[in-house]
Every structure is written in C-alpha cells, then in structure tokens.
C-alpha cells in the first residue's frame, strides 16, 4: 500500500520541475494564463494527412517490422536474411497493382524509407504513386521496466526531433510509436503511466516535426484473462494516454490511434463472437476517444485474417464518430509471404493474395465483408506469446 501511494505521487514529474513556461506548484496562479499553440507550423498540413489516411474504405499496410524480425518472416519460407531478400518482399508488397485503392498509408521500417524497389525506384516514390502516405516506425523498441512486475517500455525519445525532421524531408508523413501492456504481469501503475507519458511526448514531438503521431498502446492478447478483464484494462490505459497527451499539448485532430481490439486472452477458454468484440471495443471507443480524432486503425495482435477482418466489419454495421478501419501487418501479409515462398515466379500470385485481403478489409471498413469464400488457411490464428517487431 505505500508503494502503491508513492508511485501515484510521485510518478508524473512535480508541475516545479515542468520547465519555464509553467509555474511553480508554490507560486500563485496569475489572472490571465498564456497558451503556448504546438505545431502551428504544420497544424493544416497535419490534419489533412490524417484525414487522408482516414479516408472511406481504406487502412494501413504495416510493414515496419524490424530487420530481425523480417529475418524470422523470411526464414519461415526458407530465405536467408539478407538486405537482398528483403528488398525482394518489399518492392513485392509496395508495386500491388492498384493497391492504393484498398490501403492509404504504409508504414515502414528505418531501412525501407530510404530503400530503392529491385527495378530501382525508391521505394517512397512508388508508394506516393499509389496514392499511398509513407509513414515511419519511430521507436527504439521495447525494454525491461525498473520498478515493475517485470514488464517493459518504450525507448526512443532521445534523439526523436531530429530524426524524424531527417523523416519528413524523405517523404514520411505520419509516424509509429508501439507500446505495449501486459495483463497477466498486473498491469502495474507504473507500466501504465510510463506508456502513456512515453507516446504523450512522442506525439508531441512528431507533430512539431511534421509527422501525424500514430499512437499504439497494445494491450497484448497473451493470458487467460476474458474480455471483461481487457475492456476494464483498456479503460485505464486509454484515460492514461489521453490525460498524458492533452498535458502535453498534443492536437487531437492530427492524431491517429492504433489500439487493440477488446478480446478475451489469446489462452482465454471462452472465446467471443465478432458480434462480442464489436460491442466492447465500441463501449470503449465511446468512453474514451474523443469525436476530435480523426481515424481509428485497429492492430490485429496476433488474430487469425479472417478473424480480424470480421471483427472489423463487425464494429461498422452503424455510423461511427470516427473512421474505424485497420493497421494491419501479419493480417494482411501471412498468405501473401507463404504464396511467395521466395520465388520470383510467383510474386503476381502472392500480389494477388494481398489485394485480396487488402479488399476484404476495405469492405469490412465499409461494413459490407462477408467470410463466404474465404480460404482454410487465412482462418488460422498467428498469436506469438510475447511477441515483439
């Protein structure tokens, strides 16, 4: 219990210690206080690209996972790592003919923003072709967390500004910050207030650079826990990141949010309906999203594609306040790289593997999918315990 009372105390840096432009907790409150505006330079700029990210029937392809685990996704087909490979699966996923009709934003991995498709354009130049907005992965990833039930958080803040300008003049214009939260490690106090003052200062500084602050913090499917349990969870963590960023300054509208579906634990006994996660994810959106947010792009955590596809249709059978739609990385790449296995024979085969899933999210965006057709395999679950990029 003292614990408990120290660490709500003491956690969130004293107002004293906050910097010039606040005053001290012990000095008075003057009549008249002066607001600072942020990211006035690039306010406008900023709530169009999220608008356009957010626009009818489309998402985000993520493909930013890290060289390492690329390296695993390749080496599941027999690849060997290589800078070769994976400029190979890359150029493959980014020249899908008509792929910006289903998808209005990638984000990519450090080496991919500046890396040049097999024929030699860049790849950021391809995807502006398309109609689709480059973004970034921003983090540093994940660490252990001093002090807490052996949970982790997030490093990358120290350096971030200057990064990310270098980012924006290479032609991203949103950014990723993945967090995650870990329910069967409690989670503590502490690991929910670091994540939320870590994507907080995040958010501020991608919009100072330019960049439209995707904020994730996932609350991983790993536990037995049901869904009752991850609906309250989400709740606090949710508040957490908003009263976090609102203190920080950061514009709602040039924001977008990139959280988990409300789902039982991937070991859960009791599994929930489409119809179940719709209703929970929605009850929570509805308690604590405000209407200022643009976009909506839920992560698939580990689900099965059709799994997260009809989740998704589901919470858009009625009008919604914002753009519900998806950021998807293995949902919408697993039967694309197993079709491709590495062979330049089939890369038309495995494009045509995403666009058909890049469609049916698109549909579900729009509430119209329907799972009638859909292939054995794309219905297995690809949950990975503990599983980081």
Same mark, same amino acid.
């Given at each position: ?150 949970? !982790?958080?997030?490093? /990358?803040?120290?350096? #971030? $500004?200057?990064? @990310? =300008? *270098? ?14 939260? !870990?329910?069967?490690? /409690?989670?503590?106090? #502490? $690991?929910?207030? @670091? =994540? *939320? ?22 609350? #991983?499917?790993?536990? @037995? ?165």
């Amino acid at each position: 219990m003292v614990a408990a009372s120290l660490l709500k105390s003491s956690f969130l840096p004293k107002k004293s210690e906050w910097g010039a432009t606040r005053q001290s907790a012990a000095a008075p409150r003057p009549a008249t206080v002066s607001v600072v505006v942020r990211a006035s330079a690039y306010a406008d700029e900023l709530v169009k690209t999220a608008k356009t990210i957010a626009s009818p029937g489309r998402g985000i392809l993520a493909m930013d996972e890290s060289n390492a685990t690329c390296g695993k996704r390749l080496a599941s087909i027999g690849l060997e790592n290589t800078e070769a490979n994976r400029q190979a699966y890359r150029t493959l996923l980014v020249t899908a003919p008509g792929l910006g009709q289903y998808i209005s934003g990638a984000i990519l991995f450090e080496e991919t923003l500046y890396q040049s498709a097999v024929d030699g354009r860049k790849i950021v130049d391809i995807l502006v072709e398309q109609g689709i907005v480059p973004g970034i992965k921003v983090d540093k990833g994940l660490v252990p967390l001093a002090g807490s039930n052996n949970e !982790s958080w997030c490093q /990358g803040l120290d350096g #971030l $500004a200057s990064r @990310e =300008a *270098a980012y924006y003049q290479q032609g991203a214009r949103f950014a990723k910050w993945r967090t995650v939260v !870990s329910i069967p490690n /409690g989670p503590s106090e #502490l $690991a929910v207030k @670091e =994540a *939320a003052w870590g994507l907080a200062r995040y958010a501020a500084i991608s919009q100072d650079n330019g960049l439209v602050p995707i904020v994730e913090p996932e609350i #991983l499917l790993d536990g @037995e826990h049901g869904i009752e349990r991850t609906f309250e969870v989400a709740q606090k963590v949710w508040a957490e990141t908003f009263y976090a960023m609102a203190e920080n300054n950061v514009m709602f509208e040039g924001i977008l949010l990139k959280p988990s579906m409300v789902t039982p634990g991937a070991e859960a006994k009791d599994r929930a309906t489409p119809a179940q996660v719709a209703e929970y994810t929605l009850k929570l959106l509805h308690r604590r999203i405000p209407p200022a947010v643009p976009g909506i792009m839920f992560l698939s955590g580990g689900q099965s594609e059709v799994e997260a596809t009809q989740n998704l249709n589901a919470m858009n059978q009625g009008a919604n306040p914002w753009h519900v739609s998806f950021s998807y990385a293995r949902a919408l790449q697993n039967t694309c790289l197993k079709t491709w296995g590495g062979q330049p024979e089939k890369v038309k085969a495995a494009q045509d593997a995403l666009l058909l899933r890049a469609k049916a999210n698109s549909l579900a965006q729009l509430g119209k999918y329907t799972s009638d057709g859909e292939a054995a395999e794309a219905k297995e679950g690809m949950f990975v315990k503990n599983y980081s990029y």
